[in-house]
């Protein structure tokens, strides 16, 4: 098992950064596979970047490729995810998630696929 604490959310203008980081408990971390979503006010969680458990795959939502970067530091069972040009639009709640490699293979963007769940953290991008 495993347990998820995000961090590094906050109020950013639009076209700025922000850095999110997740940190996983446990000896194991190197043996799951990596997401993040978001849930905006009224709408459904949505997947937005996931990644390999060694980091050699990644994939993301087609709305934030180009902008968004997944990473991990399995020595500091820590994800992240870098975002860039930030839009009004990325407002939401932000999750990670993880589910053991041997379920899904190298990623995956179904949220009903991952066990575990991080209680999220606000990103707001308002001028």
């Known amino acids: 098992q495993v347990q998820l604490v995000e961090s590094g959310g906050g109020l950013v203008q639009p076209g700025g950064s922000l850095k999110l980081s997740c940190a996983a408990s446990?000896?194991?971390?190197?043996?799951?596979?990596m997401g993040w979503f978001r849930q905006a006010p009224g709408k459904e969680r949505e997947f937005v970047a996931a990644?390999?458990?060694?980091?050699?795959?990644?994939y993301y939502a087609d709305s934030v490729k180009g902008r968004f970067t997944i990473s991990r530091d399995n020595a500091k069972n820590t994800v992240y995810l870098e975002m860039n040009s930030l839009k009004p639009e990325d407002t939401a709640v932000y999750y990670c998630?993880?589910?053991?490699?041997?379920?899904?293979?190298?990623?995956?963007?179904?949220?009903?696929?991952?066990?575990?769940w991080g209680q999220g953290t606000q990103v707001t991008v308002s001028s």
């Open positions: 998630a993880a589910v053991l490699r041997t379920k899904v293979g190298y990623t995956t963007t179904q949220k009903s696929q991952y066990d575990y």
């Open positions: 446990g000896r194991t971390f190197s043996s799951y596979t």
């Open positions: 990644i390999s458990w060694k980091g050699g795959s990644t």
